[in-house]
């Protein structure tokens, strides 16, 4: 069976940018991205305009933080960071996420 690259699930992108920023600290944009792409080890596709709506609407829930520096190559970018407030929304949809994976794991032992 060939191999193929898949778009994120659509809910899922929020709990993995809040995760990756909690783990590795302050981020730009395609740094994160790439940070997703590479533990999925190259399995999902993180498109450039669906990051940064996220990043948008997670600064806009106050999740997340960003300020503006210089990145590795010299160039200005915003960084991004995760708030107080993130991390609690972490914590919950952590939670959520690992209740729902349960539900689907029992749902597919049940159908064989």
Request: charged share 25%.
């Given at each position: 069976?060939?191999?193929?690259?898949?778009?994120?699930?659509?809910?899922?992108?929020?709990?993995?940018?809040?995760?990756?920023?909690?783990?590795?600290?302050?981020?730009?944009?395609?740094?994160?991205?790439?940070?997703?792409?590479?533990?999925?080890?190259?399995?999902?596709?993180?498109?450039?305009?669906?990051?940064?709506?996220?990043?948008?609407?997670?600064?806009?829930?106050?999740?997340?933080?960003?300020?503006?520096?210089?990145?590795?190559?010299?160039?200005?970018?915003?960084?991004?960071?995760?708030?107080?407030?993130?991390?609690?929304?972490?914590?919950?949809?952590?939670?959520?996420?690992?209740?729902?994976?349960?539900?689907?794991g029992r749902m597919?032992?049940?159908?064989?």
């Amino acid at each position: 069976m060939a191999e193929t690259k898949s778009d994120i699930l659509q809910g899922t992108l929020d709990l993995m940018v809040l995760q990756t920023l909690d783990t590795m600290g302050p981020l730009h944009g395609y740094g994160i991205a790439r940070r997703i792409e590479q533990l999925s080890e190259e399995a999902l596709v993180v498109n450039q305009g669906t990051i940064y709506l996220c990043l948008v609407r997670l600064v806009q829930k106050r999740w997340i933080k960003a300020e503006w520096g210089t990145s590795d190559n010299n160039r200005k970018a915003k960084f991004y960071s995760i708030s107080k407030a993130g991390r609690k929304q972490l914590a919950a949809e952590t939670e959520n996420w690992e209740r729902d994976a349960g539900v689907i794991g029992r749902m597919l032992q049940i159908s064989r």
